[in-house]
Every structure is written in structure tokens, then in C-alpha cells.
């Protein structure tokens, strides 16, 4: 008796929650802490749902959000998007249900966890106790179907609860989503809401934000590019990238009859011939059932693999933004003096997910950030077109971008450079460090390209600086003449004691001369100058204190430079 | 019907996932990134439980580790411990069901999340397949009743799949788990499973740990203190940190049939007298059924609470290690030259949380750690006498210490002095910045309250190394009486041509003093040089430029100062 009550009442104590008990317990997790960032949040989750959702249907997003404030720190948020609508019995599920969602595939979407949309109808239930409002419009066969509902989240149930519905007379597919929140705050700095949407159109520029502030504002964030990006393929899994839990799942799950047939169907990169091979060398019969594969045989499998040479995994499954489309969300958000971009090659890291590095560097104009009335420069991280917004400290693109030696490019001093860099990593499984997907781990293949893009970025940065230097001189110089020669031939007239000359003709060709250089043409001494200023840059020391060596400004030259950094 | 193909397949694509499904997709979540890490988290997952068993049913911790390699990176543990067992109806739900545990109530304890020990499950079943093997024997009425487990974590429907079962024969309460696990690896570094035991050992003196590592070398962490730690009582949660939504939950689950006697028994300090100032203040009436609480009315008490003011919580449901255990801890594992130890009253944080603050401090001995063959200082942090391994930059007891000007106290070089400092933060609710709960939130109150304990620790080790360096002047002069007063006297008696007299025995009555001055002996005119050091560090001048005050040893004088800062 006496030790039953000082010890545990298993009944009594021993609980089983829902996930939507738990995360309700634990909402930091979902990243809700603080009262910007946990409506930056909200945002990123109903944005981020709303392009995957259009552009899985081929259509191009079209979001009007609407954010009004009823008392200080409560907010009534309508988000409505034109994507395909969810049909009516799945609008609860994904509005209610933590861990149910379309995002559980092997395919490039912004979203992986099927936690965001419920997240948001928790965070709005708690603080405010009120219920979501959804207008769904979607087809059903030819038709365009459409219901209107009020729903709360069961949290002890992990489910919705729907308190009035009705149909909903609609011309067009979409859904729209009413939330309200307290405790959260609405900011125009770096981490508030705002700034996400602004971030957001750079990194899709085929995408339009109607977006109106709570003090009546509205924004319209036009679309830069009129063309809906490729869908992403679903790409299987490359062999260098399985585990043998991940096998034994795969064989759990297949429809396929025999381990071959299995194995060539669920992983890319799988032929055959290759099953053969590990047939060979594992001696394990590849026309048993699936069902039957134990743990042993699954991990002689992943173990062959490892020894294998495989082609690098299929990159279809990589939709980049591309350069142009980079440069026009640069320019018509940043509205730039110069922009540069460039999407390198897939390649991979940890042996086996391949990945894309894109950049983009803008500079003048309303690149950089305001702080405290000076432009400074600002580094903007993204991840399958999703910005990142906290947590940048430990992040991958961070520390590629902080390890480059911006001297060498003449920016003497980065931080006080009105400069916008823009890095976006594309993968089928980009390295979240965090729960939050806010960082990218740093794997060193990752970091070596968005080295190697930003700083040939830099290097065109640079001939634009020093062109537009070299301009100004001329200008300066064009100016002189301009001034001077008139005084100089008057006085020279007057010391010969003969009349001033028709010299205004002259005069004049020369200064249109100096102007049209202004312009950008070239000139054929302008490169005796560039040669020059190479020459100065071919002696400053790297950050290693080494003499930094000639990378003349050809590609291919830059190219060796780059191989010679690789094997450091 | 080509927009069905381009768009979203809702039954086939739309999956809902169990908790340990979505566990295996985000295992990071868990804890489980990197080798080393995955490893020390299944070492603090299971330490962790058992000591919450044992001390939960009055029980001393006495646990049995052992863990053998198998092959490279692949390894087999077994962790026995003395608790109450677990009730076999209850075993495959503690170790195969995620977000299922007895830790979801207000009380102090190491775990909070139920998820430590199926994650370990889980982690093992992923890289190995192997199932896991587990032997309880719990208490059933008068009886012990035992039996013998081997099962599964059937992932797909979060629970276990029993494989084997049969009675087991045992004398004494207590679970034995053997898993196994691959892609893990054992080390001695500072994140490693060694150093996360002898850290546990330092927090826990009343705990004993056997622990036979893959060399078979047998390690005894002996108990340094033998009393059970008094069992914390499970606290209403304080007005001041209860939200509406918190209420409404309070209201749902109360078996009380007015919201005046739901109050009054679900929160501390709450009582008939306070519930009639709210129901003034709000016009609510306070004999309505819980059930009908509104989400308003939720809130509005809420605003009202605060409003009011408080007694802070009741702290009986805080348990400190005590100074004298902490001693005890620090002695037995470090076997310093000098320990001090301090014990902070309870304060609060974020308006309504209690916590304490506890601190050691050893010096010499086996203090700090070694890198590159020479002792440097380490810093060991605790929440709830859990170590904490990872994450350290962000954390509060790591920002506390490091703004200590060390050298106020005599520490010329910190990082390599041979010091091992401890803190250790007790609370209900420690707020953690990260899912895996390495990191303390820096808030104001327990930054301040770390820094406090600190400092006091600091300035006994001043005294302590000033003691020393006394003692060492008055070795050397007595070296120098010993070694050359019997010349002087030979070569005095020399020249006052007279025989040498019998000073041996007055000699070594001086040394002897000397001698017993050394051993730590107070000898009175010891004051005046302290004071003359005193008067030295006076004219120190601080980080911010000022000169340091005097803060004479005193108690009492050292608390004014503390309150000066404060006021900064």
C-alpha cells in the first residue's frame, strides 16, 4: 500500500496524447515562439501551401491576403489563393490533422512535413479560441464545385469538429481561409511579415501577392515572369542515399512480386543489370517475395551499394527558378542599378541527393536594407524557393557567403555595400538543420557551390564597379576640358594677340566623345586601364596570406581557379 | 481529365501519418544527428527514465550499463536499473508507443515529452532491425511479478508487436533493456556517452552507475551520498502563467460542477476569496458549470489575473540537489584541491515560474578537462540534474558565466585553468530553446540568477588561491631560514670565535610553524597581507571602465554590491 502511494499510478498517470495534443504542448516546435516570428510563420505556412497546391495543377498563383488588426496584438488574417481548391472531404484533414498531408513524396515541394496548415489553425484556436472559416472551390469531374465552412480543431482527437457548412456558388477553383490571432505582432523587420512576403517574390517571381496591412496599405507584388514552373517529377530514390530501414519499408510497401522487380521499380539509378551484380556479389535469389526480405538481407544490399559506381541521381526531379527569372524578381522588387545571376549544375552531396545552387546579386537602387538610414548590404537564404528566415547563424549559405574574401572583388566594406544576395538551394531533401527548416546544414559540397556561384557573381560586380569608375574619371576629365580649353584658348589668343578661334565644334565632338563613354560604349583604350587595375588586384593577398594569383576575367581562366581551390 | 493528371491524386497522395512514422521521417527531432550525438542521446534517454523511476517509488538509482561492439559502429547495450519495473501491460506502450508517458504532469521531472524511449526503440529497430529485448519486475500487490519481452515497434500503427513472452523469475523490482544499434559511435569527447555518465554522476551523488565500456574495462561511479532525493510534489500550475486556452482545457477536464471550485482546485493560489475579486472585476458568475466556459470568459480571467497580484508559486515542488550533495558529486568524481558549492533561493521568471539556481565550483585536482595533454576549464550544465551536451552556444548559463569578468577574481586565464564549474537550473517548466532540450532560454531573471551564484563561487576561489599563494611566500622564507640561518650562525660563531651553539631545536620550531602555516593553519598576522591583496584588486577596473568597488569579503558587504548591478 505504502509503495503504491509514493510510486507511479500507471492508470491514473500513464497519458497517450494526439499529435495535436502534443504540439499544443509543445508549440515552439511547429515554431511558434515569439510574436513575430509566430506570425511570419503563419504566412510561410499558408503561402508556402497555396504555390505548391497552384502550381502542381499548372496554374499561377494569385494570393490576396488580407491582415486587420482589431486591438493591439489581434489580428482577424484572410488568405485566399486561386489553386485548385480541396475537395470538401479533405478540408478538415488539412486543416486539422497534424501529420496528414500531400507532402510525404519524393518530390521538390516546399513543404515536407504536413504540419504547417493545422499548425496555424492551433495557434489561432489557442490564442483566440475562435474557429477557421474556409471557402472551398474546387472540380468534381467537369463541374466547379464549392463549400463554405466553420470548423474548430478537436485537438484530443487530432481531427476537425464542423460547426455550420454550407454550398458555396463559385466561377472559379480556390480556397480561402480565415484565421484569427492574438499574442502575435505584425513587423516590418527582417524577421516580420512583411519582409517574408518581399523575400517571397523574389524567390517567384511567376507568382502574384495582393497583399493589404493593417493600416489599410494595399501592395500589389506584380508578376515578373508570366510562366508557370515546371512541375518537379517524383523521383525515386537513389540507391547511395537508402538505408536498409528504408529498403525493408520499400519492400513492406511494393506492389512488385519479386526483389528485382521491386528494387528496379522503387530506386533510380536501377537496372537489371545492376540487380544481377548484387545478386552476384551478395548471393541473396532476387526472384523471392518482397515480403520476405529480412533486415540481414536488406543491409548486404544498402552494404553493395556503398561499393557501387552508380550514375548521378536523375535531375528532372530539380526545377531551378533560372537565372532569368531570378534576375526579373531582383529587379522589379530591388529595382537595381546592377544584377547578376547564374544557376549552377546539379551535382550531390552525402553520396547521393543531388542538388542546385542559384544566386543572384543586385546592387544600387533599393538593394540592401535600410537600417538606421543607411543601406546595408543583406543576404537572403532560400530553400526550394522558400525563404529562410531565422537561424541563419549556422547556416550553410551563412558560412559559404562569410568564408569569401569580398576584398578581393573591391568591396572594401561588405556590410555598408547597398548589395542584395540572393542564394536558393533546390533539392528533393535539402539538409534542414532545424525542426523549423530555417537552416541548411552545412555539408561541404553544399558550401562549395554557393561559394563558387556568389563569387562569380562578385566577379562580374566588380568589372561593373570598375567600369562605372572608370567612367566617372572620364567624366571628371571630359570636364576639365570642357571648362578649361575655352579659358586656355582665349588667353592663348590674347597672348598671341590674335582673335578666339571656332573652336565650339571641336570642343564639342570631344566632350560627345567623353559623354558616349559615359554611356558604356567602349573605347578602345578603356582596356589598357582594366589591364591596369588587374595588375593591382593580382597583387593583393588572400585571406591566407598568399599573393592572390591572376584570375583574368575569362571564364575558362576562373574556371582553373576554381579546380585549385578544390583541391585545398 | 488532363487536369486530374497534372493535379493533386487526393486518395492516393493524401497520407496521414502515425507519430512514429513521421519520427522516422524527421529522426533529427529526436535528437539523432550524427554518431556520436545518437549515441549520448540513447545513454540520457535511459538514465534519464530510470532515475525518474527509482526516485518516483523512494528508490536509490542503481544502474548497470554495459555496451558491447559488435563490429565497427555497430554495438549492443544493455541498460539494467533498480526501479519499480514496469507493469507488463505497460511495457510495449512505454517503449514502442511515441507521445505516450506518465511525464505530461506539472511536476519536475528529467523527462517531459514521451518520446525518449521509444525514440531509443525506434533508432535501434531503424538501424539494425533487430527487436528489442526488455525484462521487468514490478510489484503487484505483494508480489513481484516478472516477465520477459522480445517485440517490435510496429511503426505504421505507433505500438509494439510482441514477438516472444514468458515468465521471469526475479527477486527485486527493476527493467533490463538490451537493444542494438548501428551508424552509432562511442567516444571519449566532451558529447560522448563516457563523459555524458560522469557528468550524470556529478548532478546525481546519490545515484550509482556501472558501466563496462566496448574495451570491457568496468567502471564503479560510486553513490557519494545515500539518500533518495525528496520526491517533488506535482504543482498547480500559477495564475500568472495559465492562458485563456489553458483555462479552457482546465475547464474541460475539471470534475468540479462551478467554475468558482474549478479554479480553486486547478491553480496554486487561488482561493474563494481571490475567485469573488474576479468575479467583481469581470462580472462573470462564478457558479456556472465549467463545461459552458466561454472562450471570452476564459479570457477575460485571465486579464484579470494579470492584473492582480500574487504570492509567487508554491516552491515544495522544487527539489535542489543541495550544496552538500553537490560537494559531494564534485569531490567524488574530480577529487579537486579546492570545491565550493552555493544553492540559490527559489525565484521566478516570465512573471509565475519558479526556479532555483545551484552552482559548484572545483579547482585542481582532476578538475576541467584535458585537451592536448594540459588541463583546461569546462563548463557543465544541468537542468534538473540532467547534463546538458549540445547546443551550448545560445544557452543562458553559458551567456551568464561568459559575462563574469573572471579576472576580478584573480583568474588571469580562464580557459586554461584547471576548473570544472557547475550549474544546474531546477524548475517545472525549464524553458528550453530547442526540441532537443540542450539549450536554456537566456531569460533576464536566470541569466541574473546564474550570474549571482557565480560570482560568489568565484570570490571563495579567489580567497582559497590567495590563501595558497601566502602559504607558498611563507614556504620559500622558511626554506631560506632552514638553509641559511645554520651558515650564518657557523660562519657568525666563526668570527666571534666562539664555539657554534645548539640552534637545531629553536630551528626547527620555526619550520615547524611554518610547516603547519602551510597546512592551512590560520596564523594571525596572515590578515594584513590579506588585505594588502584586497586593497590591490580595489583599483582593478572593470569591463565597463570603472573602478571595481570594494567588495570586501563580507557576506552581507558582497550583497550590496549584487544589488548595485541590479540596478544596470
Known amino acids: 500500500m505504502v509503495q503504491q502511494e509514493i510510486g507511479l499510478d500507471w492508470e491514473e498517470d500513464f497519458q497517450r496524447l494526439t499529435p495535436s495534443q502534443f504540439f499544443r504542448k509543445n508549440k515552439q516546435m511547429l515554431g511558434f515562439t515569439g510574436k513575430i516570428r509566430s506570425l511570419t510563420i503563419v504566412f510561410h505556412e499558408l503561402i508556402t501551401n497555396s504555390f505548391d497546391a497552384a502550381e502542381e495543377s499548372g496554374i499561377l498563383p494569385d494570393i490576396d491576403i488580407e491582415l486587420k488588426r482589431i486591438d493591439k496584438e489581434h489580428y482577424i488574417l484572410r488568405h485566399k489563393d486561386n489553386g485548385p481548391g480541396i475537395p470538401e472531404e479533405y478540408v478538415m484533414q488539412v486543416y486539422c490533422m497534424m501529420f496528414a498531408g500531400s507532402k510525404f513524396r519524393n518530390i521538390q515541394s516546399r513543404g515536407q512535413q504536413g504540419l504547417g496548415c493545422s499548425g496555424c489553425v492551433l495557434l489561432?484556436?489557442?490564442?483566440?479560441?475562435?474557429?477557421?472559416?474556409?471557402?472551398?472551390?474546387?472540380?468534381?469531374?467537369?463541374?466547379?464545385?464549392?463549400?463554405?465552412?466553420?470548423?474548430?480543431?478537436?485537438v484530443e482527437n487530432n481531427r476537425g469538429i464542423l460547426m455550420e457548412r454550407e454550398d458555396y456558388e463559385c466561377g472559379?477553383?480556390?480556397?480561402?481561409?480565415?484565421?484569427?490571432?492574438?499574442?502575435?505582432?505584425?513587423?516590418?523587420?527582417?524577421?516580420?511579415?512583411?519582409?517574408?512576403?518581399?523575400?517571397?517574390?523574389?524567390?517567384?517571381?511567376?507568382?502574384?501577392?495582393?497583399?493589404?496591412?493593417?493600416?489599410?496599405?494595399?501592395?500589389?507584388?506584380?508578376?515578373?515572369?508570366?510562366?508557370v514552373p515546371v512541375q518537379p517529377k517524383e523521383v525515386l530514390p537513389h540507391p547511395k542515399g537508402v538505408s536498409?530501414?528504408?529498403l525493408m519499408t520499400m519492400a513492406k510497401n511494393t506492389d512488385s512480386r519479386r526483389y528485382k522487380s521491386m528494387m528496379t521499380s522503387s530506386m533510380s539509378r536501377m537496372s537489371n543489370k545492376r540487380v544481377d551484380e548484387i545478386a552476384a556479389e551478395t548471393g541473396i535469389d532476387m526472384n523471392k517475395r518482397p515480403k520476405d526480405m529480412t533486415f540481414q538481407e536488406a543491409e548486404a544490399i544498402v552494404h553493395c551499394f556503398k561499393k557501387m559506381k552508380f550514375m548521378a541521381p536523375p535531375t528532372d526531379g530539380l526545377i531551378p527558378i533560372g537565372s532569368e527569372q531570378i534576375e526579373k524578381g531582383m529587379k522589379q522588387i530591388l529595382k537595381p542599378e546592377f544584377v547578376t545571376t547564374i544557376t549552377r549544375k546539379p551535382v550531390t552531396y552525402a553520396g547521393g541527393v543531388s542538388f542546385i545552387i542559384e544566386a543572384g546579386l543586385a546592387y544600387g537602387g533599393e538593394a540592401g536594407r535600410i537600417v538606421n538610414e543607411?543601406?546595408?548590404?543583406?543576404?537572403?537564404?532560400?530553400?526550394?524557393?522558400?525563404p529562410l528566415t531565422f537561424d541563419a547563424g549556422s547556416c550553410a549559405i551563412t558560412e559559404a557567403l562569410k568564408s569569401i574574401d569580398w576584398k578581393?572583388?573591391?568591396?572594401?566594406?561588405?556590410?555598408n555595400t547597398p548589395l542584395t544576395l540572393f542564394v536558393n538551394i533546390i533539392s528533393t531533401q535539402v539538409p534542414y538543420l532545424s525542426t523549423g527548416k530555417q537552416s541548411v546544414s552545412p555539408e561541404p559540397e553544399i558550401v562549395h557551390e554557393i561559394r563558387q556561384a556568389t563569387m562569380k557573381l562578385a566577379r562580374k560586380l566588380q568589372k561593373h564597379l570598375r567600369a562605372k569608375k572608370a567612367a566617372k574619371e572620364k567624366e571628371k576629365r571630359s570636364k576639365v576640358f570642357e571648362e578649361y580649353v575655352p579659358v586656355i584658348i582665349e588667353e592663348a589668343a590674347k597672348l598671341g594677340e590674335t582673335g578666339v578661334?571656332?573652336?565650339?565644334?571641336?570642343?564639342?565632338?570631344v566632350t560627345k566623345r567623353a559623354l558616349a563613354e559615359l554611356l558604356g560604349e567602349k573605347v578602345d583604350d578603356d582596356e589598357t586601364e582594366e589591364e591596369e587595375l588587374d595588375a593591382i588586384i593580382m597583387e593583393e593577398v588572400d585571406e591566407h596570406g598568399r599573393v592572390v594569383e591572376d584570375n583574368n576575367s575569362s571564364l575558362d581562366n576562373f574556371k582553373e581557379d576554381e579546380e585549385e581551390e578544390l583541391d585545398e
Not at 483566440?128 to 472551390?137: D, E, F, M
Not at 477553383?173 to 490571432?181: A, D, P
Not at 578581393?408 to 556590410?415: A, I
Request: glycine share 6%.
Open 244 to 246: 536498409a530501414d528504408d
Open 408 to 415: 578581393r572583388y573591391g568591396l572594401k566594406d561588405l556590410d
Open 374 to 386: 543607411q543601406r546595408k548590404s543583406e543576404i537572403m537564404r532560400f530553400a526550394n524557393r522558400v
Open 124 to 154: 489561432s484556436q489557442m490564442t483566440t479560441g475562435k474557429p477557421a472559416r474556409v471557402i472551398s472551390c474546387y472540380k468534381d469531374g467537369d463541374e466547379i464545385k464549392g463549400v463554405k465552412m466553420k470548423f474548430q480543431m478537436d
Open 172 to 227: 472559379e477553383t480556390g480556397v480561402c481561409i480565415e484565421l484569427q490571432f492574438k499574442d502575435v505582432s505584425y513587423s516590418l523587420a527582417e524577421q516580420g511579415a512583411f519582409e517574408y512576403i518581399r523575400r517571397t517574390m523574389i524567390g517567384n517571381p511567376h507568382a502574384r501577392i495582393t497583399f493589404r496591412d493593417p493600416s489599410g496599405h494595399k501592395y500589389i507584388f506584380k508578376r515578373a515572369a508570366n510562366i
Open 501 to 509: 578661334p571656332e573652336y565650339q565644334e571641336v570642343l564639342a565632338k
